[in-house]
């Protein structure tokens, strides 16, 4: 399913060629709509990147709290723990 981001990379052409071939064609010169359409586009992906910007999922920043076991010792050889 498309996301946000999906249709952001979308508009981005669309909004520079698109633009640009409308105020083209009502009359403005094409060195005054080339800009508009790419300053469109450029709102638009800085909104994707500021505004709205992308986060990273809390399942991909979880850390295993579980201690690391030294590669050095095995499970056989450790020495009891004291509990008292």
């Known amino acids: 399913m498309p996301e ?3 249709y952001v990379l979308g508009f ?3 909004a520079l060629v ?3 071939a409308v105020l ?3 009359g403005v010169d094409l060195l005054v709509a080339v800009p508009a359409g790419a300053t469109t ?4 992906v800085g909104h994707a990147l500021f505004v709205n910007g992308p986060v990273a999922d809390r399942s991909d920043t979880l850390v295993d709290d ?6 050095s ?3 056989t050889d ?3 723990i004291n509990a008292d």
């Open 66 to 71: 579980a201690p690391a076991r030294s590669s």
């Open 41 to 44: 586009a450029s709102l638009a």
């Open 73 to 75: 010792t095995s499970v």
């Open 78 to 80: 450790r020495s009891p």
């Open 12 to 14: 981005v052409p669309l």
């Open 24 to 26: 083209h064609a009502v």
């Open 18 to 20: 698109g633009i640009t």
């Open 4 to 6: 946000y981001y999906d």
